[in-house]
C-alpha cells in the first residue's frame, strides 16, 4: 500500500496528538499495511510539524544497531530518526515531564564539523567528526507497552524522546574499542563496547548517510548523530537515575522526579 498525502498528513497527526496528550494509541500497522517508504513519509511530516512549533533539526538517531537492542525489541534491521533541539538534556539533569513509558540505553554521539556527501565511507566519516562524546538516549513509544513492527518505530521517529549530551570522550580512534557499563539506580545493569553498534560507530553512519540521500537530505556541519544503543534499555520511572561509565571515566547520567514536574 502507497498512502496518500493526505493519509500521511492524518497519522503523522495522530501521532502527534497521542504523545502531546500522552495517551498512546494502537501501532498504525494494526489498521493499514504499513510500507517502510510510507512509515519514513509519516516520519518526515511529523517532523514538519514540529518545525512548525519552532523546533530545529539538529541531528540524526540510529536505532537497532546493536544485537541486544535488536534481540530486546524484535526488530531485525535498523533505522532513524530525526534528533531536534527540544529534544537535549542537561547531563544529569532531569528528563522531560511529558514523557509516558521512558526507556534509556548509553550510546557514543559523533559531532560533524562538516556535512557528508553521499557515498562517504568509514574513513571519511572519522574525518569529518569534531568531537565524539558519551550519551544517554531515552527512548518512548507512543505504542502501549513497545509492542510494534519496524515501520511502526519509524513513523514514530524510532521512538526518540530525548538525548543527553555527556562529556566529550577521552580517545577519539578505535571508538569500537570504548568501553561502556550502564547502572540503574546504582545497580549494574549492562555492558559493552563501541563494536556493538554496527561493528563500529561510524558503520551506522556510513549507512545513514546513503539513508539520507534517498530522501534527498543529509548530514550538515554542526548535526550531532547518536550511533545507537550498546546495551539493553532500562526503564526511567520516578524517582530513578540511570549513569553511564565510558572507558572506566567519563559519566553522563539522567535522572527522574519522583514526582512529575509541574
Known amino acids: 500500500m502507497s498512502l496518500s498525502a493526505a493519509e500521511i498528513a492524518d497519522w503523522a497527526a495522530t501521532l502527534a496528538t497521542a504523545r502531546r496528550d500522552r495517551t ?11 510500507s517502510l517508504d510510507d512509515a519514513y513519509a509519516i516520519q518526515r511530516a511529523g517532523t514538519a510539524l514540529r518545525l512548525q512549533r519552532g523546533e530545529k533539526v539538529v541531528g540524526w538517531k540510529l536505532g537497532y544497531t546493536s544485537l541486544a537492542m535488536r534481540a530486546q525489541m524484535g526488530i531485525d534491521q535498523p533505522n532513524f530518526g530525526p534528533l531536534t533541539d527540544a529534544m537535549l ?4 539533569g532531569p528528563a522531560g515531564p511529558a514523557l509516558m ?20 565511507d568509514l574513513r571519511e566519516v572519522l574525518d569529518a567528526v569534531s ?12 505504542y502501549p507497552d513497545y509492542r510494534f513492527r519496524l515501520e511502526d518505530n519509524t513513523a514514530d521517529g524510532s521512538s526518540a524522546a ?3 549530551v555527556g562529556p566529550a570522550l577521552k580517545r577519539r580512534d578505535r571508538l569500537d574499542e570504548v568501553g ?32 539520507l540521500a534517498l530522501q534527498g537530505r543529509r548530514i550538515e556541519a554542526g548535526h550531532i548523530v547518536i550511533t545507537g544503543g550498546l546495551t539493553r534499555a532500562v526503564p526511567l520511572a520516578m524517582g530513578d537515575r540511570v549513569e553511564a561509565v565510558f572507558d572506566g571515566e567519563t559519566r553522563v547520567a539522567v535522572r527522574r522526579p519522583p514526582t512529575p514536574t509541574p
Open 24 to 34: 498512546g494509541c494502537a501501532p498504525i500497522s494494526s489498521s493499514i499495511e504499513l
Open 101 to 120: 513509558q521512558p526507556r534509556v540505553e548509553p550510546e557514543i554521539g559523533l559531532r560533524f564539523e562538516r556535512s557528508l556527501p553521499e557515498g562517504a
Open 180 to 211: 561502556v557499563v550502564l547502572f540503574h539506580n546504582g545497580a549494574e545493569s549492562g555492558s559493552a563496547t563501541g563494536r556493538a553498534a554496527s561493528g563500529h560507530p561510524a558503520a551506522g553512519v556510513v549507512w545513514l548517510v546513503e539513508q
Open 162 to 164: 530525548q538525548v543527553v
Open 89 to 92: 538534556v542537561a547531563d544529569d
Open 131 to 142: 568531537e565524539t562524546f558519551a550519551c544517554l538516549e531515552i527512548v518512548d513509544s507512543v
